[in-house]
């Protein structure tokens, strides 16, 4: 099985980068091969896993999250990426995970394939 890690970064709501990785996250769940997903969320894009968001129209990335989420794949948001904005973990996605920098490394070296957005 393939172990794929993504890194996003960007705001969520401010380009589509964001958008762009979970989707192509999503895609990767729902094919035959079933790759070991890890979405791990740093700098603005941590604002991705905030619950209860709400968009004028359409699916919210928090739903993809979610989706993320029920279909095994891991979710992470960087700690001192969070503490910086001030999000506790009380205010995250049930199932989001907080991580630090050095698990991401580790997250790195045993990836095949890490994609960044």
Do not use: H, W
């Not at 401010?14 to 740093?42: C, H, N, Y």
């Not at 968009?55 to 029920?70: D, I, K, P, Y």
């Amino acid at each position: 099985m393939q172990n794929i890690v993504f890194t996003l970064n960007a705001s969520p709501y401010g380009s589509e980068r964001t958008l762009s990785g979970l989707r192509l996250a999503l895609a990767l769940t729902d094919t035959a091969a079933k790759p070991r997903i890890t979405v791990f969320l740093l700098s603005d894009a941590v604002v991705t896993a905030l619950a209860g968001q709400t968009v004028a129209s359409g699916a919210t990335l928090g739903e993809m999250v979610q989706e993320l989420l029920a279909a095994s794949a891991t979710v992470k948001v960087c700690r001192t990426c969070t503490a910086a904005r001030g999000i506790g973990e009380a205010q995250l996605i049930a199932g989001v995970g907080i991580g630090t920098m050095p698990e991401l490394a580790e997250l790195t070296l045993a990836a095949d394939k890490v994609l960044s957005f």
